[in-house]
Structures are given as structure tokens and as C-alpha cells.
């Protein structure tokens, strides 16, 4: 398979027992490979960046058109609106960093899980069908944005000095082990974190795709000659697993948000 055909794209008329002798066709890495769909100043757009592109307008476009002119008794997109901000500020922001300190941080926050959450969910929209965070560099963009406020937060709270103290737990008082406990603070948290941040949104999106492309296939591939119970079962698990997706799409959004804001809660705490 091509790396220019979409998640879904194969060979129709590969199915089992067909006499063109091709076998499954599994999803794999070229599951995620999309060739350019068109050119704009140079910049050459494919399919998840078109979709991470939409769903920037989307997001801005809803929120826009749901307080540009608030009022006090709100209409019904205000209100769903509303129902997402508070979600988001007093759901995750609120209890992590309080009122007094969260309440700056909220419209990063909101930002945050609105696009993780929708660039999740174009995996079980028809057409698109792909998570876009299921590309490492989109993931890995957003940690980069939260691991970048986390630093400048520790160092513009704590200063030089202190911010070190802040990021490698350094506490004199634990004596000879010291050197190793910086040591291995220093390493989790400002190499490793950001890392694990990025990961964990794109593995799971990684592989929950790779579940979903692999029943959606499969269903068809066996839909055929006395193997169609089993083409069956296939199609019931691939519905399975868009309500499963459903539920992990929200979680992830959810998590990440939440990691930034321990961060930012960390970035801020008084070092003791």
C-alpha cells in the first residue's frame, strides 16, 4: 500500500478466499504516511496538518461565536460554551492551582484541551478518520509549549538559584546522597518530562488507530464465503472500539491538561 492512500484505502476486492491471492491488508506504519495534499507560500499541507489546521479554526471559531456578545442569559451556544470553560477551569485548573493563582492560566488551559480533545476526535469522523495526535510532532509541539511556560515560570518565580533548587529537588539536608538525588531530579524532570508528556498522548492515539483501522479492515476482509460470522464480529468490535476511542479521547485531553497544570503548580510552589 501507497503511502499517499488515506487510513482506510485498500483493495477493495482483497478479501479472503478471493482467487486475486492478496492476503490481509494490515494497517501499519503507512496507516500514518500521507503525501502532500496542495502547496500555500511554499509550505506543503498533508492531511493531519490540514485537520490540526481546521481544528484551530474550529476551536476559535466556537469560542469566538460563543462570547463575542455574551449575555447574561445565555443562548444555547453560550451556553455549551460555558459549560466547556467551566469544565476545563474549575474541573482541572481550579483544583490543581486554586482560584487566585489557576485563574491566569485558564484560557492556556482551556486552549489546550479543546485542541487535543478535537484533533482526537477526527479519528471516528467520516472523511478524516485520523487522530492527528497520533503524529509524534504534534504532541510534542504542545509539550514543548507547556514545558517552556513550566521553565520560564520556575525561573521567573524562584530566580536562577532558586529555580535550580525548584527543578532538581535539591535539599541540603539530605547529605551524602545529594549529588545523586539532583542527579536523578535534574534528569526526570527536565529531560524526561517533557518527553513522557508528548508520549503518552501520541501512543495512545498511536495505537487505539491502529486498533480501529485494524477491525474496520478486517470487517470487510472476512465479510465473505462461511467466514462472514467472523466479518461480523469484526464489524461489532471496530463499533466497540469507537465508543472505547470516544472515552480515551476525552481522557487524554483530560490528562494532559492536568499534567500541565501540576507542572505549572510545581513552577510556582515555594521550594523548601
Given at each position: 500500500?501507497?503511502?499517499?492512500?488515506?487510513?482506510?484505502?485498500?483493495?477493495?476486492?482483497?478479501?479472503?478466499?478471493?482467487?486475486?491471492?492478496?492476503?490481509?491488508?494490515?494497517?501499519?506504519?503507512?496507516?500514518?504516511?500521507?503525501?502532500?495534499?496542495?502547496?500555500?507560500?511554499?509550505?506543503?499541507?498533508?492531511?493531519?496538518?490540514?485537520?490540526?489546521?481546521?481544528?484551530?479554526?474550529?476551536?476559535?471559531?466556537?469560542?469566538?461565536?460563543?462570547?463575542?456578545?455574551?449575555?447574561?442569559?445565555?443562548?444555547?451556544?453560550?451556553?455549551?460554551?460555558?459549560?466547556?470553560?467551566?469544565?476545563?477551569?474549575?474541573?482541572?485548573?481550579?483544583?490543581?492551582?486554586?482560584?487566585?493563582?489557576?485563574?491566569?492560566?485558564?484560557?492556556?488551559?482551556?486552549?489546550?484541551?479543546?485542541?487535543?480533545?478535537?484533533?482526537?476526535?477526527?479519528?471516528?469522523?467520516?472523511?478524516?478518520?485520523?487522530?492527528?495526535?497520533?503524529?509524534?510532532?504534534?504532541?510534542?509541539?504542545?509539550?514543548?509549549?507547556?514545558?517552556?511556560?513550566?521553565?520560564?515560570?520556575?525561573?521567573?518565580?524562584?530566580?536562577?538559584?532558586?529555580?535550580?533548587?525548584?527543578?532538581?529537588?535539591?535539599?541540603?539536608?539530605?547529605?551524602?546522597?545529594?549529588?545523586?538525588?539532583?542527579?536523578?531530579?535534574?534528569?526526570?524532570?527536565?529531560?524526561?518530562?517533557?518527553?513522557?508528556?508528548?508520549?503518552?498522548?501520541?501512543?495512545?492515539?498511536?495505537?487505539?488507530?491502529?486498533?480501529?483501522?485494524?477491525?474496520?479492515?478486517?470487517?470487510?476482509?472476512?465479510?465473505?464465503?462461511?467466514?462472514?460470522?467472523?466479518?461480523?464480529?469484526?464489524?461489532?468490535?471496530?463499533i466497540v472500539m469507537i465508543l472505547f476511542e470516544l472515552f480515551v479521547q476525552a481522557v487524554q485531553a483530560y490528562v494532559f491538561v492536568l499534567l500541565a497544570c501540576s507542572y505549572v503548580q510545581g513552577a510556582l510552589a515555594e521550594h523548601h
Amino acid at each position: 500500500m501507497s503511502a499517499d492512500q488515506t487510513t482506510l484505502a485498500f483493495d477493495w476486492s482483497c478479501r479472503v478466499f478471493a482467487d486475486n491471492g492478496c492476503g490481509f491488508p494490515s494497517p501499519g506504519l503507512h496507516s500514518f504516511m500521507f503525501k502532500p495534499m496542495f502547496e500555500v507560500g511554499g509550505i506543503e499541507f498533508n492531511k493531519p496538518m490540514l485537520l490540526a489546521l481546521v481544528t484551530s479554526l474550529l476551536v476559535v471559531g466556537f469560542f469566538w461565536a460563543a462570547f463575542s456578545k455574551a449575555k447574561v442569559v445565555p443562548g444555547k451556544l453560550q451556553m455549551i460554551g460555558e459549560a466547556g470553560y467551566d469544565f476545563v477551569r474549575r474541573g482541572i485548573v481550579y483544583e490543581t492551582l486554586g482560584k487566585r493563582e489557576g485563574e491566569k492560566y485558564v484560557p492556556l488551559m482551556v486552549s489546550l484541551f479543546f485542541f487535543i480533545w478535537i484533533m482526537n476526535l477526527w479519528s471516528i469522523i467520516p472523511v478524516a478518520q485520523f487522530p492527528v495526535t497520533s503524529i509524534i510532532a504534534f504532541p510534542a509541539a504542545l509539550a514543548a509549549i507547556v514545558y517552556l511556560t513550566w521553565l520560564i515560570l520556575t525561573f521567573r518565580k524562584h530566580g536562577f538559584v532558586g529555580g535550580f533548587k525548584n527543578l532538581t529537588g535539591y535539599d541540603k539536608s539530605l547529605g551524602p546522597v545529594l549529588p545523586l538525588v539532583v542527579t536523578i531530579e535534574f534528569f526526570s524532570n527536565v529531560l524526561v518530562r517533557p518527553f513522557t508528556h508528548a508520549v503518552r498522548l501520541f501512543a495512545n492515539m498511536f495505537a487505539g488507530h491502529l486498533l480501529l483501522v485494524m477491525f474496520t479492515v478486517a470487517s470487510w476482509y472476512l465479510l465473505n464465503g462461511w467466514l462472514a460470522p467472523a466479518g461480523a464480529v469484526s464489524f461489532v468490535m471496530a463499533i466497540v472500539m469507537i465508543l472505547f476511542e470516544l472515552f480515551v479521547q476525552a481522557v487524554q485531553a483530560y490528562v494532559f491538561v492536568l499534567l500541565a497544570c501540576s507542572y505549572v503548580q510545581g513552577a510556582l510552589a515555594e521550594h523548601h
